[in-house]
């Protein structure tokens, strides 16, 4: 790198005013473009319209702005066409305004540098994104071995190559990937409930992440939001790959990878997901859940472990390429952060404390845990997925997949766990045990619905 010299003081200004006024222009075309080929109804322009301008306001003023995603639970009471009841749909009505939240909530951060602190996973994130961009470590990553998260210092470098030195890239992306995660839980709970249960159970994941700690890591510039961003994706995948499709699965698969290479204690989640290959609609009952077991494609679990151990096995050489050892573990941050739980410390009491006190935290979203009502959607959708595994009446009624997904979600505790930044360890399993709550409740006021779970054996499944 060089200092700039007299041709770039004065291209630089036109260069930012043409910049702008192309984003603006794309924005444009993709508004104009979007209304027109869609359709939509003037219900579905209006709120999404009116909705985005008042969070917007709301995350620029800065007062009530963790509690706006609640207006979006009324998205679920928009009179609307069978046909507009889709994933579009669900984007325009939520997501757009969340978007817009975060951009008047950034705004005044666009051309500034935040530091936010010294020594900890942000500043070292930073560190190894400026050594890997700048200083050309593209393949080692910044460090030999990885005590801090492999894959976010490559985010953390391209985000600032698209935003400059500001922390603003890192906001818009963290609010995408919590959009995503959303999304994700739309998309379940649609085929289990009905579009406006979705619309609501997408509305209340968002609403958590915004009135509970998660919403202090917005932005922070850390690797969990990135993670449940490419976990997002995986699922939605792998709903894809239920149908037979190889690149669904596939691409599943990369997407797995990267959510463990950006926290690697989300291998044993990565296994979890699998369960996104079973009917949809199979219950948690023993005999509905083998059924669904035996109705599920092989081929796509092929490809998506193959895929994942594949990713594990380089990851693995590169320990040994840098370090000498040929590990996953080698280097990071389990030796501190385990648990103990081994086949020989199975019994121990001290083992089983620490798990208890990693799952409280998981679960409460809080350090050290404690009660606190703004889990309790979390808790809920936990418990309700442990006690439908546990064929308890009535709830061992409740879909399979979603409550294997979200005991997954919760198992890493059982080996690892970090106590520091309250919700960290949380985020992942937010959307999976919302949908879980939502989708009791919808049983619960609904009764029996066209879209109710019902045995595989007896109901035929219809892939969406």
Known sequence: MSAPGRLDAAISRPVAIATSALMLLI?????????????????????????????????????FERFAALLLVGSAVLPLTTREKNVRTAFLLIGIPWVALFVGRAWTDIGRITLYSVGDDWHMYQSAAYRIFLNGYWIQGGSPTFYFQPLYRWVAGTLHVLFGDSSVGETYWDAACLLAAALTCFAIVKRLSGFRWAAVAAALTLVTFTISPIWHLIGRGLSEITGVGWMS??????????????????????????????????????GFLL????????????????????????????????????????????????????????????????????????????????????????????????????????????????????????????????ALVTIGAVAGSFFAHTHEYPGRMSVHVVPFAVGMSVCALSRLFRGRTHDNVRPVGTAPFIAT
């Open 275 to 402: 369960a996104w290959l079973l009917p949809v609609r199979a219950a948690s009952g023993w005999t509905d859940l083998w059924s669904g077991v035996r109705r599920a494609r092989r081929a796509p679990a092929a490809i998506y472990v193959i895929t994942i151990a594949t990713g594990v096995t380089l990851f693995a050489a590169h320990t040994w390429w840098y370090a000498g050892r040929f590990s996953v573990v080698y280097g990071t941050s389990f030796a501190v952060q385990q648990s103990g739980l081994r086949l020989t410390t199975i019994a121990s009491p001290a083992v089983w404390s620490k798990i208890g006190e990693a799952l409280g935290a998981q679960l409460s979203m809080r350090e050290p845990p404690a009660f606190d009502p703004r889990s309790m959607l979390v808790v809920a959708g936990a418990v309700l997925s442990l006690l439908a595994l546990a064929q308890v009446p009535y709830l061992n009624r409740l879909p399979a997949s979603l």
């Open 233 to 270: 994706l995986a699922a939605l995948f792998l709903m894809r790959a239920r149908c037979g499709r190889p690149t669904a699965a596939l691409v599943a698969g990369a997407c797995a990878v990267m959510m463990f290479y950006t926290r690697l204690n989300h291998l044993l989640l990565a």
């Open 27 to 63: 924005l444009t075309a993709w508004s104009i473009s979007l209304v027109t080929s869609r359709g939509l109804s003037s219900p579905v322009l209006i709120w999404s319209v009116c909705a985005a301008g008042v969070l917007m306001a709301m995350g620029a003023v800065g007062r």
